[in-house]
């Protein structure tokens, strides 16, 4: 670990520390009552901005937008200067759509917190419940109801999949309106759903028709990630290898990531965009989709693509990939033949 990283980790250490304490302790107060009908307006805090981590809360959206059916939510992501609050978000999925964004962005971290002060929000929710900045921002905004996605004991031993980073702050928000006098929700946790619509599903079958010149089926891999989420060019150049020769009938698309580089050298047809909603679109139009865990694999999930996540460093039980087709694969423990396997189980299914 660098001398930046070191401090970095350092800095959020402390910091977690100091606010891992806020909201622990404010206790709902069973002796109200919260009529869903009367929930206009809804702050959800998540200061991460990384494509991966939009995605992510895709779940937790639909559910509120189903509990509460008259609200428009703001959401607090952190952006590359200051944090940036979208009002009134109410499409799941354009959050990260690069063009045309319908939203107001505040320039400055004084604006943004006087915002949080200035307007009444009838409900506060964190999505991260190890994310400082969240708790504060949840603390400090003027909510009435104000949930900071802490995971009980409860939670823990009932669900058997709490740990991962899409499902626990549903399974937090559920537990804290029970205490309020809601009904238990047993409804199965939303998947993430960017919501394509019929013409960008039929933009991204063009566009991989024109890549390939054929009808045949599609494999997309990812061969990037950031760090030490990166596996080298050994291990994808002989994946692909396999993978060319156990399916001589499909096509093998590449995803390129915004740094246009390859760990297979190019060899394979490959697609280029800066527009995440068109490489979903891309995606969606492909059998299976393999990479590292990264923002582009949950943008995989996100289209309902079958999505194998390759897992080396981070903890796969809390950034799996997650729709009901798609799996993990620890790359530490299992051979580049076993995922080859792994990918010709899903493609014979579908």
Same mark, same amino acid.
Request: proline residues 5%.
């Given at each position: 670990?660098?001398?930046?990283?070191?401090?970095?980790?350092?800095?959020?250490?402390?910091?977690?520390?100091?606010?891992?304490?806020?909201?622990?302790?404010?206790?709902?107060?069973?002796?109200?009552?919260?009529?869903?009908?009367?929930?206009?307006?809804?702050?959800?805090?998540?200061?991460?901005?990384?494509?991966?981590?939009?995605?992510?809360?895709?779940?937790? +959206?639909?559910?509120?937008?189903?509990?509460?059916?008259?609200?428009? +939510?703001?959401?607090?992501?952190?952006?590359?200067?200051?944090?940036?609050?979208?009002?009134?978000?109410?499409?799941?999925?354009?959050?990260?759509?690069?063009?045309?964004?319908?939203?107001?962005?505040?320039?400055?971290?004084?604006?943004?917190?006087?915002?949080?002060?200035?307007?009444?929000?009838?409900?506060?929710?964190?999505?991260?419940?190890?994310?400082?900045?969240?708790?504060?921002?949840?603390?400090?905004?003027?909510?009435?109801?104000?949930?900071?996605?802490?995971?009980?004991?409860?939670?823990?031993?009932?669900?058997?999949?709490?740990?991962?980073?899409?499902?626990?702050?549903?399974?937090?928000?559920?537990?804290?309106?029970?205490?309020?006098?809601?009904?238990?929700?047993?409804?199965? +946790?939303?998947?993430?759903?960017?919501?394509?619509?019929?013409?960008?599903?039929?933009?991204?079958?063009?566009?991989?028709?024109?890549?390939?010149?054929?009808?045949?089926?599609?494999?997309?891999?990812?061969?990037?990630?950031?760090?030490?989420?990166?596996?080298?060019?050994?291990?994808?150049?002989?994946?692909?290898?396999?993978?060319?020769?156990?399916?001589?009938?499909?096509?093998?698309?590449?995803?390129?990531?915004?740094?246009?580089?390859?760990?297979?050298?190019?060899?394979?047809?490959?697609?280029?965009?800066?527009?995440?909603?068109?490489?979903?679109? !891309?995606?969606?139009?492909?059998?299976?989709?393999?990479?590292?865990?990264?923002?582009?694999?949950?943008?995989?999930?996100? !289209?309902?693509?079958?999505?194998?996540?390759?897992?080396?460093?981070?903890?796969?039980?809390?950034?799996?990939?997650?729709?009901?087709?798609?799996?993990?694969?620890?790359?530490?423990?299992?051979?580049?033949?076993?995922? !080859?396997?792994?990918?010709?189980?899903?493609?014979?299914?579908?």
């Amino acid at each position: 670990m660098n001398f930046s990283k070191s401090i970095n980790q350092f800095r959020r250490t402390i910091t977690r520390e100091l606010t891992n304490k806020i909201g622990s302790t404010n206790k709902i107060d069973q002796s109200s009552s919260l009529l869903p009908s009367n929930i206009k307006t809804i702050l959800l805090s998540r200061p991460n901005g990384r494509v991966g981590n939009l995605l992510l809360i895709t779940p937790l +959206i639909q559910e509120i937008t189903a509990t509460f059916p008259n609200c428009t +939510i703001d959401v607090l992501v952190k952006g590359s200067a200051a944090p940036i609050l979208f009002k009134n978000y109410t499409n799941i999925g354009d959050i990260i759509s690069l063009p045309g964004k319908p939203f107001k962005q505040l320039g400055t971290y004084l604006e943004v917190w006087y915002s949080l002060r200035k307007k009444k929000y009838d409900v506060a929710i964190n999505v991260d419940y190890e994310s400082s900045s969240g708790r504060l921002s949840t603390q400090f905004s003027k909510a009435t109801y104000k949930f900071f996605g802490d995971v009980s004991e409860e939670i823990k031993s009932k669900y058997p999949d709490y740990e991962h980073i899409a499902k626990y702050p549903i399974y937090s928000l559920r537990h804290s309106l029970t205490q309020l006098g809601l009904p238990e929700n047993n409804h199965p +946790i939303p998947n993430l759903n960017l919501k394509l619509s019929a013409e960008e599903l039929k933009s991204g079958n063009e566009i991989a028709q024109k890549l390939v010149g054929n009808d045949r089926k599609t494999i997309c891999v990812f061969t990037f990630a950031t760090g030490e989420k990166c596996l080298s060019e050994e291990w994808w150049n002989d994946f692909y290898a396999q993978l060319k020769a156990e399916f001589p009938t499909y096509n093998i698309v590449e995803i390129l990531p915004k740094e246009n580089v390859s760990k297979i050298d190019f060899k394979a047809p490959s697609f280029y965009s800066k527009d995440l909603r068109e490489m979903g679109a !891309v995606i969606a139009n492909s059998v299976v989709f393999i990479g590292a865990d990264s923002g582009i694999m949950h943008l995989a999930s996100s !289209v309902q693509t079958p999505t194998v996540g390759l897992f080396s460093v981070s903890k796969s039980n809390k950034y799996r990939p997650y729709n009901s087709k798609s799996v993990s694969f620890d790359t530490r423990n299992q051979s580049v033949t076993d995922c !080859v396997t792994l990918v010709h189980s899903i493609v014979s299914t579908s």
